[in-house]
């Protein structure tokens, strides 16, 4: 009586699979095209955020020179820029005023028509 060892087929290519019996893939390019495909979803939508974080971190920046902490704008020049307030990574509260930051780079509402850009110092850069 022989037994014969099981035939094990790729997860990715359905090629042979040789070596160890554990083995779901048969190279690494199989291994890494599987793995990129079943996040592809997750991923993009996280390169979607990233893109518009980044993207409102330039607009806020590009109001301040390297001297200035701190400038007031109107709201509408912001939006005109493309800035979308639905994207932050975080807030911050300080003295009682409410922050919200890309990055390192934030605003505060000051009113309806205004918007106070600032930058926080607390994060190395």
Do not use: W
């Amino acid at each position: 009586m022989s037994t014969q060892p099981e035939i094990k087929y790729c997860t990715y290519c359905d090629a042979t699979i040789r070596g160890r019996s554990d083995k779901k893939f048969c190279n690494d390019a199989c291994r890494n095209a599987y793995h990129n495909e079943m996040n592809k979803e997750s991923s993009t939508v996280v390169h979607r955020i990233n893109r518009n974080l980044k993207h409102n971190r330039k607009i806020l920046s590009g109001f301040l020179t390297p001297v200035q902490e701190t400038i007031e704008i109107r709201r509408d020049i912001l939006l005109l820029s493309g800035f979308n307030f639905m994207y932050f990574t975080h807030t911050m509260v300080s003295d009682g005023i409410q922050y919200h930051f890309c990055y390192d780079v934030g605003y505060q509402i000051v009113s309806d028509e205004k918007v106070s850009i600032v930058v926080d110092k607390t994060i190395v850069h």
